[in-house]
């Protein structure tokens, strides 16, 4: 059996302390996005859309956070922005609520009964914009997730700090 101890050669090899950088210096140096200086709006998209993924893309770049890996995730934003502005067009012009008449025969004769009823585009546009507010979250672009990413969690300092 082998006496204890550490093993010449195993385990991870150790970084040079000359090649570590602080955390204020790794936040000067720009993520590198991929091939493109900007994220490209997928094909499938609407012309609508890909000015809104423009929009997102460009926000995202000025933070050095667009990566390719979020490309369907801001695009999926796109669709959902997009959807937003339509719905809130038609409940602008046609307004929240519409009647809807049925006959039924009551004793012999006919019954006309008028229900008033929210339009179906409030509920499409309740659901679009619930999940325009998750995705914003998941890209950290909604303020409170801004504020996370701008200052970083802190703690108070304690005494166990030096542990």
Known sequence: MASGGARPGSGRKRQSPALKMTAAERAKVPVPIGAGEAMIPPMHLSSIARGLFNEIGDILVAQHRAEPQFV?????LAMRLEQIQRFQ???EMMGDTCTSKTVR???????????IRARPEVAML????RQAQ?????LMLSPSAAMKLATGKKDAPGE???F
Not at 105 to 115: A, L, R, S, Y
Not at 126 to 129: H, I, K, N, R, Y
């Open 72 to 76: 369907q995730v801001v695009a999926l």
């Open 89 to 91: 067009a038609v409940l």
């Open 105 to 115: 025969k009551v004793g012999g004769e006919q019954v006309v009964t008028e229900m």
């Open 126 to 129: 309740s659901d679009a914009m």
């Open 134 to 138: 998750s995705l914003l979250g998941e």
């Open 160 to 162: 166990f700090d030096d």
